[in-house]
């Protein structure tokens, strides 16, 4: 019997003694992990949110363009989100959102809950831009746009709510793009029939609030574009070039420097050409790239842009005529030098940007006819694109020899930026191409230019000579008339 209770007890001994040690052991292995026989929480599965619609607000930059805003429309009202609510991706681009906020379709503020929620995204200069470039800027066809709900966050859109890790995942087309600053815009078509063509060229016109009922007629500012911005769409010519920096469409706006002497301020033409300015035969051939002649470089477009100016001006009884100023970048720096060599007489002043008509296809004849023009050029030292050397630098210097007294030239040594301080460029540098100039002309920072006096050769221009600050482009460019223009 003793025999049999000693073994008892250490077979009960042997069982606690087992016991305690499967606890320990379940202990550990919970602190490393679940065991096999542990089954994990499933992840939930992200529930996609009921958006109707995602509307692309396009806004234009010194760049191009660009989307800062996106506009999510539900089928009740939004309540509940912040800033930090959602988390955006352009395709596979990460966007930063800024701010958050109930608003109407198109994007304006609303201190109401509405069904549309707007989220508001820094934007830099490669990123978020709505073109693609297939020889000229187009419309890319969607935007693919994706919206989560950030961990931990939720809203709710009605009785719905929506936590942290729900989704929408949507395609923007064109139909969903909106452009508030071109919608002021009047936009339609001049048709060229004439020397045996058949031209059809876009316009658009932008008009100073008031007008029809300031102290008189307006000055009007024609802007051409570059190389770029050519096709069927002039939305394309206004954003590739940030044209609404003429307008007051724009943060940054020229208008205050023709909003004078109770003038409501400058009206604004843009023309667009089906392929570019410097084609030489209608099928987009540049007249510019032979340099072993010396004739003219011919326009397909002369004849249609002439009847796209005088249609708008002799339509508008309220432009200045004695205030008409003629320019553009590149491409449309070139037109403006060949209006001005076939109609010179038409316009108070020229501001040719980065122009591409060669000097060597400018005779002394050629020099002599628009010697008394009033002409600023501007452009950057580093223009990789149109060499400086070729182009504006020597027709400067050879308008000057022929006694130019109201011709001026803005150079800088490269193209830097107020939107993006620090751009993505191609070249590397940290400021944008060399060719870009028109910049500083939609920035109003064209505030230097070369003291004529101090320059006698080619070799005196160079951006550390370009530094007379008594006026600046459009200041200049404001006070210039047909009828006796001064400085």
Not at 355 to 366: L, V
Not at 406 to 411: A, E, G, H, I
């Amino acid at each position: 019997m003793e025999n049999f209770m000693k073994k008892r007890v250490s077979l009960m001994l042997a069982c606690l003694m087992l016991l305690s040690m499967t606890g320990l052991l379940s202990a550990c292995t919970a602190n490393e992990g679940p065991t096999t026989s542990s089954t994990p929480a499933p992840t939930p599965t992200p529930t996609q949110m009921d958006v109707t619609k995602v509307y692309a607000i396009v806004q234009g930059y010194e760049w191009g363009p660009a989307v800062p805003k996106i506009v999510l429309e539900f089928p009740e009202d939004v309540s509940g989100f912040a800033n930090d609510t959602f988390e955006v991706k352009f395709g596979t681009t990460k966007r930063t959102v800024k701010e958050v906020y109930s608003s109407n379709e198109d994007g304006e503020r609303s201190d109401a809950a509405t069904k549309y929620v707007t989220i508001e995204m820094s934007v830099k200069s490669n990123e978020a831009s709505p073109f693609t470039y297939q020889d000229a800027n187009i419309w890319m066809d969607s935007i693919d746009i994706k919206v989560n709900v950030a961990q931990g966050k939720s809203f709710t859109v009605g009785s719905t709510s929506y936590q942290g890790g729900d989704i929408c995942s949507y395609a923007v087309t064109a139909a969903e793009r909106k452009v508030p600053q071109t919608a002021s815009w009047v936009k339609d078509t001049v048709e060229y029939k004439e020397e045996g063509k058949d031209i059809t060229l876009s316009r658009a016109s932008w008009a100073p609030e008031g007008a029809d009922s300031d102290s008189g007629k307006n000055p009007l500012i024609i802007w051409l574009h570059g190389a770029g911005e050519g096709g069927t769409d002039i939305d394309i010519d206004l954003l590739g070039n940030e044209v609404t920096a003429l307008t007051t469409e724009n943060e940054t706006n020229v208008q205050k420097y023709f909003a004078t002497d109770g003038l409501a301020g400058a009206y604004v033409l843009a023309v667009q050409t089906p392929t570019i300015w410097m084609d030489s035969d209608g099928n987009g051939t540049f007249n510019h790239i032979d340099k072993s002649t010396t004739e003219k470089q011919i326009s397909w477009y002369t004849g249609a842009l002439w009847k796209a100016i005088t249609t708008y001006v002799e339509g508008n009884p309220d432009v200045d005529t004695d205030r008409i100023y003629l320019g553009g970048c590149s491409n449309g720096g070139y037109m403006t030098m060949n209006i001005m060599f076939e109609h010179g007489d038409y316009f108070a002043a020229y501001y040719p940007i980065c122009e591409a008509y060669r000097s060597s296809r400018i005779t002394d004849e050629m020099i002599a006819s628009i010697k008394d023009r009033n002409i600023w050029f501007l452009l950057s030292a580093d223009d990789g694109t149109l060499a400086p050397a070729d182009f504006s630098l020597p027709v400067y210097m050879r308008l000057l020899e022929a006694g130019a007294q109201n011709v001026w030239l803005t150079l800088t040594d490269k193209v830097r930026g107020t939107d993006d301080p620090e751009p993505w460029s191609w070249t590397g540098t940290g400021t944008y191409d060399g060719h870009w100039s028109w910049i500083y002309a939609f920035n109003d920072q064209v505030t230097t230019r070369f003291d004529p006096t101090a320059v006698t050769s080619v070799d005196d221009l160079v951006p550390e000579n370009c530094t007379v600050t008594d006026v600046n482009l459009w200041e200049w460019l404001s006070a210039q008339r047909l009828s006796g223009s001064g400085e």
